[in-house]
């Protein structure tokens, strides 16, 4: 059974943090390389953040680059995004996905249902 689910989304004001987590199900989660998207009202779908399976590799989109971080607890079929610093602009709904493979890079193929992020001024 494939399942993600995204925990840790609210609000915040601007320059806070939160931590987002997303369980995964152990069958999506192994051996893939996990990441976040989001998207805003009106915008297109942005990639936030990505880690390849054996988390060696990371990517972090340049609006967040410095700010967010990616990381995973493969124990616990987890991967999270810590987010600091925020920003008005941040705010969205945030996906996690999976996607077949080691690499980060490519098609991501599976889905969480989204938590939303809403920072304020």
């Known amino acids: 059974q494939v399942w993600l689910v995204e925990s840790g989304g609210g609000s915040v004001q601007a320059g806070g943090s939160l931590r987002l987590s997303c369980a995964v199900s152990?069958?999506?989660?192994?051996?893939?390389?996990m990441g976040w998207f989001r998207q805003a009202p009106g915008k297109e779908r942005e990639f936030v953040a990505a880690?390849?399976?054996?988390?060696?590799?990371?990517y972090h989109a340049d609006s967040v680059k410095g700010r967010f971080t990616i990381s995973k607890d493969n124990a616990k079929s987890t991967v999270y995004l810590q987010m600091s610093r925020l920003k008005p602009e941040d705010t969205a709904v945030y996906y996690c996905?999976?996607?077949?493979?080691?690499?980060?890079?490519?098609?991501?193929?599976?889905w969480g249902q989204g938590t939303q992020i809403t920072v304020s001024t």
């Open positions: 996905a999976s996607r077949d493979g080691e690499r980060w890079r490519g098609l991501y193929e599976c």
């Open positions: 152990r069958r999506t989660f192994n051996g893939n390389a």
């Open positions: 880690i390849s399976w054996s988390g060696d590799s990371t």
